[in-house]
């Protein structure tokens, strides 16, 4: 695999995620330990897509999650099950796409930046082991393409 990620500047958010998805899946072939991957994950999104947040977020207990490899500005480092977008999308075990976080009820404001977010639960068979979290700070950023490759993406881990 290339030290650098090669992702055409002009290209739609589709081709941009065509090209960068075998490049992340280069970059995770052979290595066993999930927090490598994770982090090579958020590092590729953050550059290849420009997102303003992305990060992962770990099941650490039945009833909360821990920060884990991320890139963007310092975050929350707990979420409770049920609580915020993150703590939603594990409790019911899928995807949530929060055009304006604002009128998410119970957001968690990580950061006052973010505007919209896309949320990933990452299975191991039926039991989610961790949250793949990207924020904007444009609001309505994400849509179903972002979520059909978002979760192309996070299998990759499972």
Same mark, same amino acid.
């Given at each position: 695999?290339?030290?650098?990620?090669?992702?055409?500047?002009?290209?739609?958010?589709?081709?941009?995620?065509?090209?960068?998805?075998?490049?992340?899946?280069?970059?995770?072939?052979?290595?066993?330990?999930?927090?490598?991957? $994770?982090?090579?994950?958020?590092?590729?999104?953050?550059?290849?897509?420009?997102?303003?947040?992305?990060?992962?977020?770990?099941?650490?207990?039945?009833?909360?999650?821990?920060?884990?490899?991320?890139?963007?500005?310092?975050?929350?480092?707990?979420?409770?099950?049920?609580?915020?977008?993150?703590?939603?999308?594990?409790?019911?075990?899928? $995807?949530?796409?929060?055009?304006?976080?604002?009128?998410?009820?119970?957001?968690?404001?990580?950061?006052?930046?973010?505007?919209?977010?896309?949320?990933?639960?990452?299975?191991?068979?039926?039991?989610?082991?961790?949250?793949?979290?990207?924020?904007?700070?444009?609001?309505?950023?994400?849509?179903?393409?972002?979520?059909?490759?978002?979760?192309?993406?996070?299998?990759?881990?499972?």
């Amino acid at each position: 695999m290339a030290d650098d990620l090669i992702i055409p500047t002009s290209a739609t958010k589709a081709e941009k995620y065509q090209a960068l998805i075998p490049q992340i899946e280069g970059l995770l072939l052979g290595e066993k330990n999930q927090v490598a991957n $994770m982090a090579n994950i958020c590092a590729a999104l953050k550059e290849g897509m420009g997102f303003f947040w992305v990060g992962f977020y770990l099941v650490d207990s039945l009833e909360e999650l821990v920060l884990g490899p991320f890139q963007g500005p310092v975050a929350c480092t707990r979420i409770r099950k049920g609580k915020g977008v993150c703590g939603t999308s594990w409790e019911k075990k899928e $995807m949530i796409i929060v055009p304006d976080v604002d009128k998410f009820p119970g957001h968690i404001a990580c950061s006052s930046a973010s505007r919209s977010e896309i949320v990933i639960p990452v299975f191991n068979g039926d039991h989610v082991f961790a949250i793949l979290d990207v924020d904007s700070d444009l609001p309505d950023a994400f849509d179903n393409e972002d979520a059909q490759f978002l979760s192309q993406i996070v299998n990759f881990l499972a």
